[in-house]
């Protein structure tokens, strides 16, 4: 697949920061070490777009970048700050999830879905599933990939994707993705010019 164009757009530390809801967004969700800005730099094809760290838990504020795929509408993938296992204070963590339970329940027009990433080797825990569950109430859509697939054997992989979808209650099976090899990006895409094209009734 030919490379979107990608740029960054915004960050917001609190909601008064938020940009105009003018662009269909995703959103991205995972744990702090799960390989966020990895994956979407892999996406969109822009090394460096997003920045990663070696320290878990550096975003800490959500980050807006405007996508413009070679076929479909323009879109947003917005950046959650990484949740569990980020070093930095309990009391800084608690303080996150206002920030981004305000995002998720203010955006409504704009918000087509939430990718939630989970490590491929450690399975979907109860972080998930309470995620998938305030996910589910707010009525937005939800799509779990397994990132780092490339870390598992090929005879690994598809056992690995059915049980985080038995762990996680899911309807279908995870998306297996690797930022280092590219593994599922094509499927991701769509799921994602899928959910773009749509209003955010359906």
């Keep these: 697949m030919k490379a979107p164009r990608a740029e960054f757009l915004t960050s917001a ?8 809801p003018e662009l269909p967004e995703i959103a991205i969700a995972g744990r702090s070490n799960v390989g966020k800005s990895s994956l979407i730099n892999m996406l969109v094809g822009v ?32 950046d959650l700050p990484g949740y569990g296992f980020a070093k930095v204070s309990r009391d800084l963590r608690e303080a996150w999830r206002p920030l981004v339970e305000a995002y998720l ?48 054997g090929k005879a690994q992989r598809r056992p690995a ?25 094509d499927l991701l895409w769509r799921f994602l010019l899928d959910r773009a094209a749509r209003p955010r009734s359906e």
């Design 13 to 20: 530390s609190d909601p008064g920061g938020f940009p105009r």
């Design 47 to 78: 090394p460096g777009l997003a920045r990663t760290s070696r320290t878990p838990g550096r975003t800490r504020l959500l980050n807006w970048f405007r996508v413009e795929p070679v076929k479909g509408p323009a879109l947003a993938l917005v």
């Design 105 to 152: 329940t203010g955006r409504r027009e704009a918000l087509r879905a939430v990718v939630l990433l989970v490590d491929a080797r450690r399975g979907g825990e109860d972080e998930e599933r309470e995620l998938i569950e305030y996910l589910a109430e707010q009525e937005v859509p939800v799509q779990v990939v397994l990132t780092k697939s490339d870390k598992l």
């Design 161 to 185: 994707a059915a049980a985080v979808r038995r762990q996680l209650g899911l309807a279908r099976d995870p998306i297996l993705c690797s930022a280092s090899t590219a593994e599922g990006m």
